[in-house]
């Protein structure tokens, strides 16, 4: 199978399918390092990176925006002194595809300065 952080997003309409429970527990081992948090019903993926200052920390910020755009998907991005949190759901379905899954792994390999 290729790997996730080289596939693509698909456009995601609001009657595109959430992901089962099978998928979501397969496509999770591909992203250990990700958490899936629920907020107000909703899942979603969560991960905090750690920067040593606030600088590198909106370089990535900024890395993982322009990946967004390229995709047409995108996180909500908390940008803190030394660390930033990213968060990926679809907001189409109120929950979780495919490309969330995709662009988790995309960003983890925007981590490298
Ligand atoms: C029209 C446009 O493609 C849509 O609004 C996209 C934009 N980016 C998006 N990003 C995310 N995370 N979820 C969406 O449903 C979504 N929809």
Do not use: Y
């Amino acid at each position: 199978m290729t790997e996730l952080n080289q596939q693509n997003c698909q456009a995601c309409r609001a009657d595109a399918p959430q992901v089962s429970d099978a998928e979501l527990a397969v496509l999770v081992n591909q992203i250990p390092d990700w958490a899936v948090v629920v907020r107000e019903n909703i899942m979603q993926l969560e991960r905090e990176f750690k920067f040593k200052n606030f600088k590198q920390a909106i370089a990535f910020t900024n890395r993982v925006a322009e990946m967004a755009e390229v995709e047409g998907h995108h996180p909500a991005l908390l940008t803190e002194w030394g660390k930033v949190t990213i968060t990926w759901w679809s907001h189409s379905i109120k929950g979780l595809h495919k490309n969330d899954f995709v662009c988790a792994a995309k960003t983890d390999t925007l981590l490298a300065d």
